[in-house]
């Protein structure tokens, strides 16, 4: 089975810096992956890791270490619509595309 | 733009009546869409995998005679949720791999249930 953990909610202030921590214990590993959602909406690609090692693009950055099953989101300079659900995800080693999902952090960011 | 449409985008129904879904690959083949329904400040539980020319694959503890699945043609696949029950209420969201990028996903908007 999957099993992908990551804090319910956090809370920051505009400007600031936020990360986010994912832990998982997967049958299979081929990939992390970050989403973003805002409510009401489908989910909207941010990063993707399967090598050990910083990702940055931008405001954000993405972290992996297989060998300890964690992976973290930081984001910078965190702008009101950054305000969203961050979605952690594995990429099982079996099926290419198959996805399973952490149940996400509410990030609010405020003034 | 939007590479993965879904429609429609909210409907409501009655107890007992049955719901079409449909996703659109909007101009590239997916011969693979996966189904995902989400319950309110939860994450995405996927339900199906949809495969062009065969049946799909279900996730365990997904009914498959009340989650029907088709997939049409390269670019459409259908959920049909049968005899719609109150519980059914969700947001149901599909997916296909991107072209050329087998790592990633191109989601649709989702559809947005409510079963009276």
């Known amino acids: 089975g999957q099993n992908i953990d990551q804090p319910t909610e956090m809370t920051a202030t505009e400007g600031a810096i936020v990360q986010i921590n994912c832990t998982y214990q997967?049958?299979?590993?081929?990939?992390l992956f970050w989403y973003q959602q805002h409510a009401g909406e489908a989910p909207t690609f941010l990063s993707y890791n399967v090598l050990d090692g910083l990702e940055e693009k931008g405001r954000f950055s993405s972290f992996l270490s297989r060998s300890k099953g964690y992976s973290y989101l930081l984001l910078k300079e965190l702008q009101m619509k950054d305000s969203a659900s961050y979605l952690c995800a594995v990429r099982d080693g079996g099926n290419d595309y198959k996805l399973s999902f952490g149940a996400g952090t509410t990030v609010t960011v405020r003034a | 733009g939007a590479v993965v449409s879904q429609h429609p985008s909210r409907v409501i129904c009655k107890s007992g009546t049955s719901v079409k879904i449909e996703c659109r690959s909007l101009d590239f083949q997916a011969t693979t869409m996966f189904w995902y329904r989400q319950f309110p400040k939860k994450s995405l539980m996927l339900m199906a995998t949809s495969n062009e020319g065969s049946k799909a694959t279900y996730e365990q503890g997904v009914e498959k005679d009340k989650f029907l699945i088709n997939h049409a043609s390269l670019t459409l696949s259908t959920l049909t949720v049968t005899s719609a029950h109150p519980e059914d209420s969700s947001f149901y969201i599909c997916?296909?791999?991107?072209?050329?990028?087998?790592?990633?996903?191109?989601f649709g908007p989702g559809t947005r249930l409510t079963v009276t």
């Open positions: 997967t049958s299979g590993f081929n990939g």
């Open positions: 997916s296909a791999p991107a072209r050329g990028r087998a790592y990633e996903q191109y």
